[in-house]
């Protein structure tokens, strides 16, 4: 299985680069975290091609912006997805970029085309279903790994839900989420981590919602929930935690050990890229 992603180059004079990789998605913030210098060596090595992946497709992207020094970025997997290592990962980025404006592209590929003032629709595909994934059960296997792809849904003060993180981020469901989760197995208490997640308030027509990857569209989910008022937390899981009443407790961050742990990734993977 490919795990594609788009690398941009920006040139001081504006003009940009677009370079494809079938196989850089799975580390590329491990590979962005050795510092510019090396990152922009590491994507000039690609070939460069004209293909912008689209939002089902583009499972990482990074632009390079050397003029204003801009670092966009977003990936689906490697320690800046994962709840136990994100803050970590981001402060090592900002650390090996210092001098530049490190963000996160929520939006995926499309934010990327904003950001270089062309039309984001092209790397849309508004035809094709919302794809969701199931309602896991409190004892499905998949909730025993330590760093489960798993989304929380939690509803009031008193109903928590696990959706797979497969597809999908349950948001773009709308209103329909809720009669999804009527009569799905609940969590009671959720004590893992997971990687995206949904607070609804019914009472007060209210939603928020966080992601530590990408979900296509991100910035136009209220008009999904017709009536609600919608917050999108970006990747402050930890709001959902406070209005949550108790149902999500994920376990606390070490962040010490989070950035020794990171550090010996990136070390690890530079190692293997070097490696005869």
């Known amino acids: 299985m490919a795990d594609r992603a788009n690398f941009v180059v920006v040139r ?5 680069e677009l370079y494809l990789s079938r196989f850089g998605a799975v ?5 962005l975290l050795a510092g510019p210098r090396e990152a922009l060596s590491m ?9 912008w992946l689209d939002d089902v497709l583009c499972q990482g992207a990074a632009l390079i912006d050397l003029g204003r020094r801009v670092l966009l970025m977003f990936a ?22 210092a001098g530049w404006h490190v963000r996160w592209a929520y939006d995926g590929p499309a934010e990327l085309r904003t950001y270089l ?13 919302v794809l969701v994934g199931e ?34 981020h349950p948001i773009r469901e ?3 989420l809720l009669d999804r989760l009527m009569g799905g197995p609940e969590q009671g208490v959720c004590r893992m981590p997971a990687e995206a997640g949904v607070h609804v308030d019914p009472v007060r027509r209210r939603v928020g919602w966080w992601v530590l990857g990408a979900s296509a569209e991100a910035y136009e989910m209220p008009q999904r929930w017709p009536g609600w008022t919608v ?27 989070a950035v020794a742990e990171v550090r010996a990734a990136v070390a690890d993977r530079w190692e293997t890229r070097t490696r005869p």
Do not use: K
Not at 12 to 16: F, I, V
Not at 43 to 51: F, I, M, Y
Not at 235 to 253: A, T
């Open 117 to 129: 003032g062309l039309d984001p629709e092209l790397v849309r595909d508004r035809d094709r279903d």
């Open 135 to 168: 309602l896991l059960e409190p004892d499905a296997e998949d909730l025993a790994d330590p760093e489960p792809m798993v989304v929380v849904v939690t509803v009031g003060s008193d109903r928590c839900y696990v959706v797979a993180n497969v597809s999908d």
């Open 12 to 16: 001081e004079s504006g003009d940009y």
């Open 231 to 257: 917050e999108f937390w970006q990747d402050r899981w930890e709001e959902h935690v406070r209005l949550s009443s108790g149902q999500f407790q994920p376990p606390l961050v070490d962040r010490e050990r």
């Open 76 to 97: 689906w997997e490697g320690p800046s997805a994962v709840m136990r290592h994100r803050a970590a990962a981001l402060e090592l980025l900002r650390e090996a970029w």
């Open 27 to 31: 580390g590329i913030d491990l590979d």
């Open 174 to 176: 709308g209103t329909s």
């Open 43 to 51: 994507v000039q090595r690609l070939s460069a091609d004209d293909w």
